[in-house]
Nanobody, 123 residues
Framework: QVQLAESGGGLVQAGGSLRLSCAAS????????MAWFRQAPGKEREFVAA????????YYADSVKGRFTISRDNAKNTVYLQMNSLKPEDLAVYYC????????????????WGQGTQVTVSA
């Protein structure tokens, strides 16, 4: 089992920044690919960013490319999502996820999920 706990969400004005953190515990964190997904009101959960177990490769949704950065610190069992130039359309609950294989953009590829943290962006 891997337990995930997100933090860092909040209210920010458009153009502002937030950094989300996801602390992992349980099984060996280093083995897992980590990702962030988000779910806006009335919409399906969507892929935001992913990072390989060693941190050497990252992937982003087109909607956040150039604005968001995913990173991980395996010594701290933590993955981060730095969000810059936030837009009102980034408003959502952001979820951290851990998985071993499968298509990185697909929620079904991830076995473990956090409870989510709310990000609200005001215009």
């Amino acid at each position: 089992q891997v337990q995930l706990a997100e933090s860092g969400g909040g209210l920010v004005q458009a153009g502002g920044s937030l950094r989300l953190s996801c602390a992992a515990s349980g099984r060996i964190f280093n083995n897992y690919r980590m990702a962030w997904f988000r779910q806006a009101p009335g919409k399906e959960r969507e892929f935001v960013a992913a990072i390989t177990w060693g941190g050497s490769r990252t992937y982003y949704a087109d909607s956040v490319k150039g604005r968001f950065t995913i990173s991980r610190d395996n010594a701290k069992n933590t993955v981060y999502l730095q969000m810059n130039s936030l837009k009102p359309e980034d408003l959502a609950v952001y979820y951290c996820a851990a998985g071993l294989d499968g298509g990185f953009r697909y929620p079904d590829a991830y076995s473990y999920w956090g409870q989510g943290t709310q990000v609200t962006v005001s215009a």
